[in-house]
DNA sequence: TTGCAAACTGAACGAACGGTCGGTTAGTAA
DNA sequence: TTACTAACCGACCGTTCGTTCAGTTTGCAA
């Protein structure tokens, strides 16, 4: 009797050299699968049955590599903070004017928004329930904070219109950036820079044909 | 024993009149509670003890409202969704120019947005996973193939930029409006038309500071 | 061929889940 | 007082949940 869908396998060849053991599944496959899942069915509604049918194996053998469902929540949400954190230590998010610098972080989110896609959009849908994901919503406010505090510094430089709330209008600006990872199709599709453009177009420019 | 915290009791006054029976709540009252924490622990999280001990009542006193879970959940569905597209049969988003149509249903959709934000937070949080929630998603889409249209439209009349693909640019301009419920809280804080004003400001003429 | 390491199985656990049911309580109106 | 209506309770059902555990399978290297 065959399966009823591929299971997804790999212990990456990214490596390149093979490791001894059984093959199978590593801690970093089942992470994979894992974000994707949690995705589509939700964090509380995939359960570990959901999980084991989309590796191929049983819910037991999960245990093997992960201490629990919570415990791959917290992988997750962390390769999504460390990413997006990453991008506002870069030079570009450091030197030069605000409004430039808000730039750089706006599109190096949508880079990382589609590098890191299960993560992110898993990051983006935490509701604090329980103290994982409390704790990385703490990060992420930490994160918001620096966007504001870019903006607040526009406006004083007078490269941002000083009409709209700082605060109100960093959250709108990652408001539209965030939700890319709810139409973004890896596979078909746009790349990362046109929708990157696309998006600073709208964010500082506006919609509005300037001709005339 | 007293409770742990005051239960959330109302068979609205909004009609005056009193009916008769037994005084608690209506299914109009336990439908405003669910919706409220289906939010704060997403409808997966919540159990229908979570429901009773917010209500104020047992489990068992909940399914004399309500047929059960997902019902609650269809019910508060069909509430954004009507009043959504109640927005786009408004004269101002069925007269005029495209832009200004598309003006008008976004700040009607920030305005739905405020005054039935559980609804609509929960609404745009469905994943699909079951039949009540396929059904939502497809009218959902029919709302956003509207918007598209709009920005098609606008592009066509030459009063929005060219220069960005208006399915995309339609998506993150919702993707903005949509975000409000990520932050907005109805009793501290700014008045629907102050967020509307940010908002459109900053869709049609950007951010950047127009000066010089 | 043997030894080892890593991946995996199948059966089972207590807890929590959504939902059912027969009976009870608290108001209104005659 | 009585009849009626609507809200509610408590015990219980079958199922699914996350997790555990003792043992088995598989490929690689010595």
Request: hydrophobic share 40%.
């Given at each position: 009797?065959?399966?009823?869908?591929?299971?997804?396998?790999?212990?990456?060849?990214?490596?390149?050299?093979?490791?001894?053991?059984?093959?199978?599944?590593?801690?970093?496959?089942?992470?994979?699968?894992?974000?994707?899942?949690?995705?589509?069915?939700?964090?509380?509604?995939?359960?570990?049955?959901?999980?084991?049918?989309?590796?191929?194996?049983?819910?037991?053998?999960?245990?093997?590599?992960?201490?629990?469902?919570?415990?791959?929540?917290?992988?997750?949400?962390?390769?999504?903070?460390?990413?997006?954190?990453?991008?506002?230590?870069?030079?570009?998010?450091t030197?030069?004017?605000?409004?430039?610098?808000?730039?750089?972080?706006?599109?190096?989110?949508?880079?990382?928004?589609?590098?890191?896609?299960?993560?992110?959009?898993?990051?983006l849908?935490?509701?604090?329930?329980?103290?994982?994901?409390?704790?990385?919503?703490?990060r992420?406010?930490?994160?918001?904070h620096?966007?504001?505090?870019?903006?607040?510094?526009?406006v004083?430089?007078?490269?941002?219109?000083?009409?709209?709330?700082?605060?109100?209008?960093?959250?709108?600006?990652?408001?539209?950036?965030?939700?890319?990872?709810?139409?973004?199709?890896?596979?078909?599709?746009?790349?990362?820079?046109?929708?990157?453009?696309?998006?600073?177009?709208?964010?500082?420019?506006?919609?509005?044909?300037t001709?005339?």
């Open positions: 009797m065959a399966r009823t869908s591929a299971p997804e396998n790999s212990r990456a060849r990214a490596t390149g050299r093979r490791r001894s053991g059984r093959p199978g599944h590593d801690a970093d496959s089942v992470l994979r699968v894992a974000a994707r899942v949690f995705n589509e069915r939700g964090y509380d509604g995939t359960s570990m049955e959901d999980l084991a049918r989309a590796l191929g194996v049983t819910k037991s053998a999960i245990y093997h590599h992960v201490s629990g469902k919570s415990e791959l929540l917290r992988q997750s949400l962390e390769v999504a903070m460390d990413a997006l954190f990453a991008v506002t230590r870069e030079e570009g998010a030197d030069g004017r605000a409004i430039d610098r808000l730039e750089h972080v706006m599109r190096g989110s949508v880079r990382v928004l589609v590098e890191e896609l299960p993560h992110v959009t898993l990051l849908r935490v509701r604090g329930n329980t103290e994982v994901e409390k704790r990385a919503l703490e992420r406010r930490r994160f918001d620096l966007i504001a505090d870019l903006v607040r510094e526009g004083v430089d007078g490269d941002i219109r000083s009409d709209v709330d700082p605060a109100v209008a960093s959250r709108l600006l990652f408001g539209m950036v965030n939700s890319i990872v709810e139409w973004y199709k890896p596979d078909r599709g746009l790349a990362c820079e046109e929708i990157a453009d696309a998006l600073t177009r709208i964010a500082f420019e506006g919609l509005r044909s001709r005339g």
